[in-house]
């Protein structure tokens, strides 16, 4: 059984800073991309970032420049770096992990979600 914590989200104003992290348990082989998406109130769930297992990476035009998405693989852990935060970046933010590898089989896995709050 594979299981994503999520930690770092919180209340910042406006022009600030977080930083997200997602760590994966369970017997992992290897784990092809991580990402993160988030959901404001009352809109669809979006992409903000990911990375691939090689390094790319692949931002949304709304947080390019602010928002630096990285990970450690030797602790399966993949982080967002937010900085400048806006209000509309207000929201739910959830891990994603896919392509996870384990014991002869590969699925994608979600974390429980972080509350961030920006206050303008």
């Known amino acids: 059984q594979v299981q994503l914590v999520e930690s770092g989200g919180g209340l910042v104003q406006a022009g600030g800073s977080l930083r997200l992290s997602c760590a994966a348990s369970?017997?992992?082989?290897?784990?092809?991309?991580m990402g993160w998406y988030r959901q404001a109130p009352g809109k669809e769930r979006e992409l903000v970032a990911s990375?691939?297992?090689?390094?790319?990476?692949n931002y949304a035009d709304s947080v390019k420049g602010r928002f630096t998405i990285s990970r450690d693989n030797a602790k399966n852990t993949v982080y967002l770096q937010m900085n400048s935060l806006k209000p509309e970046d207000t929201g739910v933010y959830y891990c994603?992990?896919?392509?996870?590898?384990?014991?002869?089989?590969?699925?994608?896995?979600w974390g429980q979600g972080t509350q961030v709050t920006v206050s303008s």
């Open positions: 994603n992990a896919n392509g996870v590898q384990t014991m002869g089989r590969m699925d994608d896995y």
């Open positions: 369970g017997t992992i082989f290897i784990i092809n991309g």
């Open positions: 990375i691939f297992l090689g390094g790319r990476t």
